[in-house]
């Protein structure tokens, strides 16, 4: 009897965890496409990242620290939206949070409705570039990108600064 028990147990705990294993399996092939034709790309650009990221099975970012480049690359169906950006004329690089706040029964609550880096130029008559980390109408919640978004304002800020 003890025997059965087990056997039905671990069965139904196969049944729960096979299905997880295999989703995680099929998104990191998708990431891990998603990161070979950035990558791809950024060399057609002639950049050579120092450094890389992919978030979000949509966004990658890169820099190239030699020639101070910064290759933001989106992608939502087939054609990707892509911006590479010479970091020499800027002087700053900001977190810019876009949201509403929402009354609840806790209190006042600021939803994030738009995450992106703001670059500042050098010289005023230039206009700011801005670089999309997070927005609610593609996406549902906000995952890694909070952490992430500062992280690359620190390579951005410092890269800068070099």
């Known amino acids: ?7 039905v147990g671990l069965a139904a705990l196969a049944l729960f965890i096979l299905p997880i294993v295999y989703l995680q399996g099929i998104q990191k092939r998708k990431e891990k496409k998603l990161l070979g034709e950035f990558l791809q790309l950024s060399q057609e650009k002639g950049l050579n990242l120092t450094y890389s990221e992919v978030w979000n099975y949509v966004y990658c970012m890169g820099l190239d620290t030699q020639t101070k480049q910064l290759i933001h690359f989106k992608k939502r169906g087939e054609l990707p939206e892509i911006q590479v950006i010479d970091l020499k004329p800027f002087k700053q690089c900001t977190v810019n949070k876009l949201g509403r706040t929402v009354k609840t029964t806790d209190g006042a609550v600021k939803v994030i409705e738009k995450l992106q880096l703001v670059l ?16 609610a109408e593609e996406s549902n919640s906000i995952t890694t990108e909070l952490p992430l978004i500062a992280k690359w304002e620190k390579q951005i800020s410092h890269a800068l600064q070099a």
């Open 1 to 7: 009897m003890e025997l059965s028990s087990t056997l």
């Open 120 to 135: 500042t130029p050098s010289n005023s008559h230039n206009k700011p570039e801005t670089i999309e980390f997070y927005n």
